[in-house]
């Protein structure tokens, strides 16, 4: 059964730093692609920052330059850390995948149960 683990979510005061880790496990074939989403109260869930196969990432422009995506594949975990952070910042912080479990010929998307991240001013 595949799972998608986050864990690092807290509170934090404006300025400061907090680092999410989400790990899959399970057993996976590959892994395409573990990104972080959120969702604020009130607003759609919108993509923060993915990483890709070949490494390469995708930021969203409220985040460039203050959060950064790294993976580790050895582990099959996703790493988001987020400096400088802001009030406005604070939202639950979804893990997603995009990956081939062992058992099926085709990928699907996976989601964790999201962390809270809050920001105080």
């Known amino acids: 059964q595949v799972q998608l683990v986050e864990s690092g979510g807290g509170l934090v005061q404006a300025g400061g730093s907090l680092r999410l880790s989400c790990t899959a496990s399970?057993?996976?074939?590959?892994?395409?692609?573990m990104g972080w989403y959120r969702q604020a109260p009130g607003k759609q869930r919108e993509l923060v920052a993915n990483?890709?196969?070949?490494?390469?990432?995708n930021d969203a422009d409220s985040v460039k330059g203050r959060f950064n995506i790294s993976r580790d594949n050895a582990k099959n975990t996703v790493y988001l850390q987020m400096n400088s952070l802001k009030p406005e910042d604070t939202a639950v912080y979804y893990c997603?995948?995009?990956?081939?479990?062992?058992?099926?010929?085709?990928?699907?998307?996976?989601w964790g149960q999201g962390t809270q991240v809050t920001v105080s001013s």
């Open positions: 990483v890709f196969s070949g490494s390469s990432t």
């Open positions: 997603n995948s995009n990956l081939r479990p062992r058992a099926w010929g085709s990928s699907f998307n996976y």
């Open positions: 399970g057993s996976i074939f590959s892994i395409n692609n």
